[in-house]
């Protein structure tokens, strides 16, 4: 099983649109979690940190259930330029800095 | 400029041969991490290093080695490359402590190994 799963996608949908995408993660200790984005075949860049009370920024929405050990993002009213995979993100150590990646998921905002 | 940067960006070589793909960073960030992408299966950590006497295994470290020439640098080494090293090779550093361990990435390096 992979430590961090996500379902590829791709999505499509159109400008306007409200999309979700799920993250689960297998190692119960993880302690910080994040969302990054990658354009197509650019470096991944930080999206947001995701927060256990839930946290917002803009049009996207990032909650964490540790019972469940499942994140979420949610983007509002989608623009074309969101398009590209956003990868889940968890570390097990704050202290060593080291990051566990999804696969990513893919949205294609069609006009 | 870029505050990270990976040279070269694209590279073709052949089974055998000795590649050296190499990362700058201009933030001062004391950990410097080497990844390799791969579609259907995200970002795998090869080594990292907290400074430039700490160098640590990821979960596929082996046919790579790497080193730590300064804070600044970081270079990863495939000494005899093989057709499944064909990848997307990224750095990224962090700084210690920073509270949310956000990394920044270099730009990639894409290998084909023939």
């Known amino acids: 099983r992979k430590e961090v799963e996500q379902d590829p996608g791709p999505f499509n949908v159109p400008e306007g649109a409200t999309v979700a995408f799920n993250c689960t993660y297998s190692?119960?200790?993880?302690?910080?979690f994040f969302w990054y984005r990658q354009d197509c075949r650019k470096e991944p860049k930080l999206l947001m940190s995701v927060y256990s009370s839930g946290n917002e920024d803009g049009r996207f929405t990032a909650q964490l259930n540790r019972a469940s050990q499942y994140i979420s993002l949610l983007i509002r009213d989608s623009k074309l330029s969101d398009s590209a995979t956003y990868l889940c993100v968890v570390t097990i150590s704050s202290n060593t800095g080291k990051l566990i990646f999804g696969q990513g998921t893919t949205l294609q905002v069609k006009p | 400029d870029a505050d990270v940067t990976q040279t070269p960006r694209n590279r073709i070589t052949k089974t055998g041969k000795r590649i050296m793909l190499e990362c700058s960073q201009t933030k001062g960030h004391d950990r410097m991490y080497w990844y390799r992408q791969d579609p259907g299966l995200g970002l795998r950590l090869i080594y990292y290093?907290?400074?430039?006497?700490?160098?640590n295994k990821g979960e596929i470290s082996d046919g790579y080695s790497v080193s730590r020439q300064a804070q600044a640098k970081f270079s990863l080494s495939l000494e005899s490359a093989i057709p499944n090293q064909t990848a997307l090779y990224f750095c990224?550093?962090?700084?210690?402590?920073?509270?949310?361990?956000?990394?920044?990435f270099g730009p990639g390096t894409r290998l084909t190994v023939l």
């Open positions: 190692n119960s200790a993880s302690q910080s």
């Open positions: 990224a550093t962090s700084r210690r402590g920073f509270a949310n361990n956000e990394q920044f």
């Open positions: 290093s907290f400074d430039v006497k700490d160098i």
